[in-house]
């Protein structure tokens, strides 16, 4: 067994986990602090490059991981403050085995960021807003009956139905600019056997493309991204198979191919400027920043309901497409400061058939809210509770998402495709080509697929997909 397989220093904050155990090797870091600002304080006033990338090698889990990032980030500004010179933005890559307890270290970028917000300002490259949903929202772990990877058939046929689309964009701007390197991003990326879809589907479709046109592969470095509570650690445990499998397929020449797990949430910077060649979500950027306010602050309002029903009150329904305007068009405009010039970007979300604000798309959760109610009235759930929970999630309909993507002024759409799916994904049942629908075991799989959510679901009808231009 190579060691990678199995090294690993222990994780979490136990009584023998490296995170309570590792002083040594913290003084190390504090002795060798000069020579390492003094190297990247000359690389940088020599060179003064707009992003800084720095990556460390063997960042391990525990309270010296971002010891030394911390280091660099102090110097650099203090250098840039006696130089009346801007920070440079700053991409960091924390590396270490697949083995390594990544999730740990990425819960705590939400405080660390806040922290470096709080003593820079608004010079520090990750505004990210503090945001009550990315604190709580996950899909569920794990392998078990009720985890995102056991329940998200759903999703992945989405994904399937959406191929042509992906692959037909990327295509197009990768023969248009033939990049040495194809930078990729998927955006609400999850963890489970939809994470890696996509970015194969990319990789094959690239490689076949080169092989036609006798070219090399370009490089690859796709960045997998989620809400920091997503599992990275188990996306990161299949990437050792995933790479060799790739290798063998591919042989030697391929590549190189780098996956990295980037942590925190799309409402957010992500990337530095002009980084990414190709955006792609799916299933992912209906859910909203936050519970609309106005629900939030007045909960009588939407009383019974845990999202829009016929009974919400039009306060009600204005507050939720207010924050889904304000969260759509934030994503658009920080996806265009990260987006290379002639880049792409595929969405796909749910859609809402009618410009009716209570489509037929919400029934499900005017049949969850029905449950809930009932357990109300049984006394087995507190009344309080159903009133004040409304989910952080918005199906737009065509026009809001066109006006929005056109008031917002970034991108433009080059295609708006409607796909239907059926809630139980029976269209992709191999058992059942007729598609007929049974009661049981379709509620059986809405449930599931329900469940595999910690807050709740994820559905879809359609997607835009967007030519991006270069914004500075
Ligand atoms: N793309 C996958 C997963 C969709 S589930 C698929 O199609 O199967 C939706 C995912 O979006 C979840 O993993 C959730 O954690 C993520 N998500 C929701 N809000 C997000 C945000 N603000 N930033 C990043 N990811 C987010």
Not at 237 to 247: N, S, V
Request: glycine share 6%.
């Amino acid at each position: 067994m190579e060691v990678q397989q199995v090294l690993h220093m222990n994780g979490g904050n136990g009584e023998t986990s490296y995170a309570c155990n590792s002083k040594l090797q913290k003084l190390v870091i504090t002795k060798a602090k000069p020579v390492v600002i003094g190297s990247i304080s000359d690389l940088y006033t020599i060179n003064l490059p707009r992003c800084l990338r720095v990556a460390d090698l063997g960042c391990s889990s525990g309270p010296n991981t971002l010891e030394v990032i911390i280091e660099i980030i102090d110097a650099i500004d203090e250098t840039c403050h006696q130089l009346k010179l801007t920070t440079p933005e700053f991409q960091v890559f924390l590396n270490d085995l697949p083995s390594n307890d990544f999730n740990n270290i990425f819960k705590t970028l939400p405080a660390f960021y806040e922290q470096l917000k709080k003593e820079k300002g608004d010079i520090v490259f990750r505004l990210r807003e503090a945001m009550g949903v990315q604190q709580i929202f996950h899909m569920n772990w794990g392998n078990g009956e009720t985890s995102y990877a056991c329940n998200s058939i759903l999703q992945k046929l989405v994904i399937t139905k959406t191929k042509p689309v992906v692959i037909g964009s990327i295509l197009d701007f990768y023969t248009k600019n033939l990049p040495p390197c194809l930078r990729v991003a998927d955006l609400g990326c999850s963890s489970g056997p939809n994470t890696l879809l996509v970015t194969t589907e990319i990789i094959e479709a690239i490689d076949e493309t080169c092989h036609q046109l006798n070219r090399n592969t370009p490089e690859f470095q796709v960045f997998l991204n989620d809400l920091p509570s997503n599992d990275l650690n188990a996306i990161f445990k299949t990437l050792p198979d995933f790479c060799e499998q790739l290798k063998k397929e591919k042989g030697e020449k391929f590549g190189p191919c780098s996956i990295t797990g980037l942590p925190g949430s799309f409402y957010g910077r992500l990337f530095p400027s002009n980084s990414i060649d190709f955006f792609h979500s799916s299933n992912s950027v209906h859910w909203l920043s936050q519970v609309p306010s106005m629900v939030g602050n007045r909960i009588e309002n939407n009383k019974g309901n845990i999202y829009l029903a016929r009974t919400s009150p039009p306060s009600v329904v204005k507050a939720y497409l207010e924050q889904f305007q304000k969260d759509f068009s934030l994503f658009l405009s920080l996806r265009a400061k990260e987006i290379t010039p002639g880049g792409r970007m595929v969405l796909t979300l749910v859609r809402r058939r009618s410009e009716d604000p209570f489509g037929k798309e919400s029934f499900l959760w005017e049949l969850l809210s029905d449950s809930l109610n009932d357990l109300v009235s049984k006394g087995l759930i507190e009344e309080d509770k159903v009133d004040s929970f409304n989910l952080p999630y918005y199906i737009p309909s065509r026009k809001e998402l066109e006006d929005i993507i056109c008031a917002e002024g970034s991108f433009y759409l080059d295609q708006f495709e409607i796909l239907d799916v059926s809630w139980d994904a029976s269209d992709d049942d191999n058992d059942n080509k007729e598609c007929m629908f049974h009661r049981f075991i379709t509620a059986q799989k809405v449930a599931k697929c329900i469940k595999s959510c910690d807050r709740v679901v994820a559905h879809l009808s359609l997607w835009g997909c967007c030519n991006g231009c270069s914004i500075q």
